[in-house]
């Protein structure tokens, strides 16, 4: 056979090899679509195991999984906002829509209020009489301090910026105690969603540097529609997110977007300390840590280094929740199990008990006793 003849024939093998790949794609793309989206009880059933948008997209980076968990959700599950504001996504409970002034003023009562901002661990979870607020009323600071606690659930630190910015000047006459509770898993990485079970404001960057995208007056069906995923092949998803998928590729991936948190979040941090030096109003950053980085011996994460170097770079003062938590266990007997919840929807989120082991970290902010990276080292070590 001629070798025109034979090359002729591995052509148009690998033309029909590739035409049956296409197609073997597509048919598999199209299947784990009806699988995700169809409707009827076939589908659903079918693809129950695949409704999980963690196989598609990244909690802490991309909006994809927001709106994919929001889709995938029955209805009475999804979380509400029923406090939406057009400039900070959501509002907690305890603030005013208008004014964002704090409804707990009239416990002030002269004192001088601690203004604390955050997520759900400032928040609290538990009943109100285990959260910051009721434990500091209960401490030897009481006659002299009285926590305003403004922290609100899923919050980023840009939304934890945003509302310190926007809520507290209307304290100034009272020479607040300003305290930044951040969530050191995550709130770093919320900084770059603009949706998050709702829409909220995001940090953009720019060739003139940051500014912010405010999300306005909209409901989170009307953003979904608007910002439908952008997963362009959920079956290619699937296998990027499997162990099939070179690790090198995705730490790439990794690395710029660590970058590009970093940025933000040292903006942000930049701006609130700004802010705080202008008004010459007395500060403290707290760390919260999860089950994970508090209780485990994994070590500093890059978030923590980057926080601590990144306050220090900043001179803005800071306690951690991780000494305080290792004492109490030191003292107590107490393990992870009492000190975070297991189960539930707020699995994760600290108990009365592991409250109770963080508070003397926020009294020593209070009282300046403020730590330091060798303190943080320390603690690890001692493990």
């Known amino acids: 056979m001629r070798p025109m003849a034979v090359a002729g024939r591995v052509v148009r093998g690998l033309r029909v090899a590739l035409v049956s790949v296409c197609l073997a794609w597509g048919a598999g793309e199209v299947g784990v679509r009806w699988l995700l989206f169809g409707e009827g009880s076939l589908p659903r059933a079918l693809g129950e195991p695949l409704r999980d948008p963690n196989r598609f997209a990244d909690p802490l980076t991309d909006d ?36 964002l002034t704090h409804k707990g003023e009239r416990d002030l009562k002269g004192r001088r209020p601690v203004l604390m901002y955050g997520d759900s661990f400032t928040r609290c979870v538990v009943p109100r009489e285990d959260c910051w607020e009721s434990l500091l009323e209960e401490s030897h600071l009481s006659e002299e301090l009285c926590m305003l606690n403004f922290g609100a659930c899923a919050y980023g630190l840009d939304q934890i910026v945003l509302l310190l910015e926007r809520s507290v000047d209307r304290y100034l006459d009272e020479d607040p105690v300003v305290v930044i509770g951040v969530l050191v898993d995550e709130d770093i990485d919320r900084c770059l969603l603009s949706f998050r079970g709702h829409p909220k404001p995001k940090v953009s960057e720019g060739p003139d540097g940051f500014s912010w995208e405010f999300p306005g007056e909209v409901s989170a069906e009307d953003w979904m529609e608007a910002h439908p995923p952008q997963v362009s092949s959920y079956l290619g998803s699937l ?11 995705r730490d790439e991936d990794k690395a710029r977007t660590i970058a590009l948190k970093q940025r933000r979040a040292t903006w942000l941090l930049e701006r609130a300390r700004d802010l705080l030096r202008d008004r010459e109003l007395e500060h403290f950053v707290v760390l919260f840590h999860s089950e994970r980085l508090a209780m485990g011996r994994e070590g500093t994460s890059w978030r923590e280094a980057f926080l601590i170097r990144t306050l220090e770079e900043l001179d803005i003062p800071f306690v951690s929740s991780r000494g305080a938590l290792f004492q109490d266990h030191i003292v107590t007997g107490r393990v992870a199990r009492d000190y975070y919840m297991n189960e539930g929807a707020m699995s994760g989120h600290l108990t009365a008990a592991g409250n109770q082991a963080v508070f003397p970290a926020i009294v020593e902010g209070l009282s300046r006793r403020y730590h330091r990276p060798v303190d943080i080292a320390d603690a690890q070590a001692s493990r």
């Open 239 to 249: 296998f990027r997110n499997s162990e099939l998928f070179p690790r090198s590729w």
């Open 64 to 99: 994809d999984f927001w709106t994919l968990q929001r889709s995938f959700q029955p209805v009475r599950d999804r979380d509400r906002f029923d406090r939406a504001h057009p400039e900070l996504g959501w509002l907690p409970a305890s603030v005013r829509e208008r004014s």
